[in-house]
Nanobody
């Protein structure tokens, strides 16, 4: 069982930066693929970014060039560095962990790829 705890959310202005953290419990963190998703009011939860256990990353188009996902296996933590934030980035951001799988990394853009989820952290970007 893996527990995920997000932190770092808050209220910022458009153009500001913010770094989200997700601390994971358990010994197998280095073998998990990690992802960030977000859910705006009235919308479906959507993929934002993922990082595989071998540090391959992918991003949804709307955040490419602005967000960076990274991981520190020594700290069992995954990060989402967000810059040039826009009001449309406002959402609850969720961290997720996926157990090792033979599926391709493309599968990691889907919610069903993930086995564990955090409770989320609110990010609000004012214009």
């Amino acid at each position: 069982q893996v527990q995920l705890v997000e932190s770092g959310g808050g209220l910022v202005q458009a153009g500001d930066s913010l770094r989200l953290s997700c601390a994971a419990s358990g010994r197998a963190f280095s073998t998990y693929a990690m992802g960030w998703f977000r859910q705006a009011p009235g919308k479906e939860r959507e993929f934002v970014a993922h990082i595989s256990w071998i540090y391959i990353t992918d991003y949804t188009d709307s955040v490419k060039g602005r967000f960076t996902i990274s991981r520190d296996n020594a700290k069992n933590t995954v990060y989402l560095q967000m810059s040039s934030l826009k009001p449309e980035d406002t959402a609850v951001y969720y961290c997720a962990a996926a157990r090792p799988s033979s599926r391709s990394n493309a599968y990691l853009t889907e919610r069903r790829a993930y086995d564990y989820w955090g409770q989320g952290t609110q990010v609000t970007v004012s214009s």
